[in-house]
């Protein structure tokens, strides 16, 4: 697991030449196709709104901040508003099948699929059997068919999306899934049914294609021990993993910007500069050259793309160009809503700091009764909330240890274990590692942050394992702790032993991990999006 896994992070891969060759091939039958499209606008919007329910607390996202395309929308202007609502009940939450086919199936210019369809690959067959179709068509060109094919591509996968969108909605009501590894089950889980068969939706079907583009350090590539440990380990799991990783890129679902921001900060930044243009500038090259070689960026303009960080200034980079800023999935540690971080289309990304490179020896922490110190913090004056969290409470309670340097010869983790509460507060940005400390080491966080939205917030109901206390509150934490209940502590002290396994980092990652449970961030994003190709042309 641990030594592997870290010496494996940092290899670069070794096909990466060998990729960039294959997709110049690709590339030379694409660029027809592209033409024949000619100047795409927006080919996407937004199905409804997000497909689960969201805690009332959670600020609205701004709809202002999504594109989207009324042109291809027929009648669509007048249900714009709907379009992206807050989803406060499961029943809302997954669009509902009818009216998904209803807003999107005839766009002005769309030509219809099933008219001229030429005899599909063998795997079109299931979806759309139209052998002989070729009959009714005048005779095509190679471009024209490629154009076509490409449409069914889209189509095909669409459907699927629209498939397991069904699928979920009826999982809400319905009984539990059997499965070898684990059942989701308990209020730690807004819903567990629906939640595990999106889950079994994504195994079955969610395709990924990563850009090959790019040289390492800066791409593919990314830290895998430290605070950005997630950076590095998710981009070395996916550029690894044959479940997800799809080679062809008619096959994907979404595409995957393979560039780390702590490398762009290591490697392009320069030091002390305060100066974010060499950052920005080699991520709008990146966009850039994608966005040319191949046609999935302009088709979608980037809202079926996504990035990641774990970088404090990960927000930054994103904003280099407007459309990955706006449209793209953007994978973000730094979660923080009054930056432009939107839940229906961002996912945040948990801080997770691996100082070895591993788990190995930091799970694990003694039951409810075994912990006698109410509540534990250590940790330096960054960002705003700290200084206020040590003014109130350093060295000020035996019950609440709140300290900027621990004692010498005393553990940080042996504290954690120790502790009923671990408090969390924002650092210099809103996520703090802390976080995952806690739930690894079986103490219930304490979460002081402003504009914050906690990993998995679309699957995990973190109030049932976790304390929010709004940074106003400070002077009143020990009150709060206190007030809760004996036997509601140990029932949340338990829940957040149950939901470490979605914080867990392995190597190869393993079901229901935390490389998973950002997969399916993103899948139930993609979901929330319907893409089509603009063939106004033909
Ligand atoms: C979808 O369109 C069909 C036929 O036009 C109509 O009968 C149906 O009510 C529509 N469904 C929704 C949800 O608008
Ligand atoms: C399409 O498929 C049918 C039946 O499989 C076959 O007879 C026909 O030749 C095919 N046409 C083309 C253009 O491949
Ligand atoms: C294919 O047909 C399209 C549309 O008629 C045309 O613009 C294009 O030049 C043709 N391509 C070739 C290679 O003939
Ligand atoms: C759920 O399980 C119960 C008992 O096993 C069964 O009677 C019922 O038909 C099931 N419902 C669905 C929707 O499968
Ligand atoms: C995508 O759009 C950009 C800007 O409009 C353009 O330069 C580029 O050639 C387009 N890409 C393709 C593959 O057509
Ligand atoms: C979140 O963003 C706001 C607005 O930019 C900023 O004032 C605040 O300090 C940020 N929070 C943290 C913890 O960085």
Avoid at 96 to 119: K, Y
Avoid at 238 to 247: A, C, G, K, P, Y
Avoid at 287 to 292: L, N
Avoid at 337 to 343: I, K, Q, V, Y
Wanted: hydrophobic letters at 35%; aromatic letters at 10%.
């Amino acid at each position: 697991m641990g030594g592997s896994g870290s010496k494996r992070c940092w290899t670069t891969s070794s096909s990466a030449s060998a990729k960039v060759l294959l997709f110049m091939v690709s590339l030379i039958v694409v660029s027809g196709f592209v033409s024949v499209l000619g100047p795409l606008s927006s080919n996407w919007f937004f199905l409804s709104t997000y497909p689960w329910l969201w805690s009332s607390g959670l600020p609205a996202a701004s709809s202002s901040s999504v594109k989207f395309s009324v042109s291809s929308v027929k009648g669509s202007e007048n249900r714009l508003d709907l379009v992206v609502v807050q989803v406060h009940n499961m029943e809302e939450a997954i669009s509902d099948d009818d009216s998904v086919v209803n807003r999107s199936s005839t766009p002005p210019h769309a030509i219809e699929p099933l008219q001229a369809q030429p005899n599909g690959t063998k795997e079109d067959m299931d979806y759309t059997p139209m052998s002989g179709s070729i009959n009714i068509v005048p005779p095509m060109n190679e471009s024209l068919l490629k154009a076509r094919r490409d449409y069914t591509n889209l189509d095909r996968l669409e459907a699927g999306l629209r498939r397991a969108r069904t699928a979920i909605k009826e999982a809400k009501q319905g009984n539990q899934t059997q499965d070898p590894d684990y059942v989701p089950i308990g209020p730690m889980y807004r819903n567990a049914n629906a939640f595990h068969r999106s889950y079994l939706e994504m195994e079955k079907q969610f395709k990924i294609f990563v850009y090959g583009e790019g040289e390492p350090p800066v791409f593919h590539n990314g830290p895998c021990k430290s605070i950005y440990s997630t950076e590095g380990n998710f981009i070395y799991g996916i550029e690894m993993n044959n479940q997800f990783r799809t080679r062809d890129p008619e096959k994907a679902h979404v595409f995957f910007l393979p560039f780390s921001v702590a490398m762009l900060v290591r490697f392009v930044y320069v030091r002390d500069s305060h100066d974010f243009g060499p950052i920005k500038r080699t991520v709008i090259d990146y966009v850039d050259v994608i966005s040319k070689k191949y046609p999935y960026w302009n088709r979608s303009l980037g809202a079926d793309h996504f990035m990641l960080s774990c970088h404090d200034w990960g927000p930054e980079a994103s904003r280099s160009t407007p459309h990955l800023y706006k449209n793209s999935i953007r994978v973000l540690c730094n979660a923080n809503t009054s930056e432009g971080f939107n839940p229906t289309k961002d996912a945040a990304f948990p801080e997770i700091n691996l100082r070895t490179g591993s788990i190995h020896g930091f799970l694990g922490g003694p039951s409810a009764s075994h912990r006698p110190i109410l509540a534990f913090f250590a940790g330096g004056l960054h960002g705003p909330i700290r200084p206020v969290l040590l003014e109130h409470w350093e060295n000020k309670d035996e019950d609440l240890r709140v300290h900027r340097y621990l004692p010498k010869g005393v553990s940080y983790y042996d504290m954690m274990r120790k502790s009923k509460y671990c408090i969390c507060p924002s650092g210099y940005e809103v996520a703090s590692p802390r976080v995952v400390e806690a739930i690894y080491s079986g103490c219930v966080p304490v979460l002081i942050s402003d504009h914050y939205v906690p990993p998995f917030s679309d699957v995990l109901n973190w109030k049932s394992f976790s304390v929010e206390v709004p940074v106003n509150d400070i002077p009143n934490l020990k009150k709060i702790l206190m007030e809760i209940s004996p036997r509601q502590y140990i029932r949340m002290q338990r829940r957040v032993v149950q939901v470490r396994r979605h914080f867990e980092v392995h190597s190869p990652p393993k079901r229901f991990d935390v490389f998973h449970m950002v997969l399916h961030s993103v899948w139930l994003r993609r979901m929330n999006v319907r893409v089509h190709n603009d063939v106004d042309v033909l």
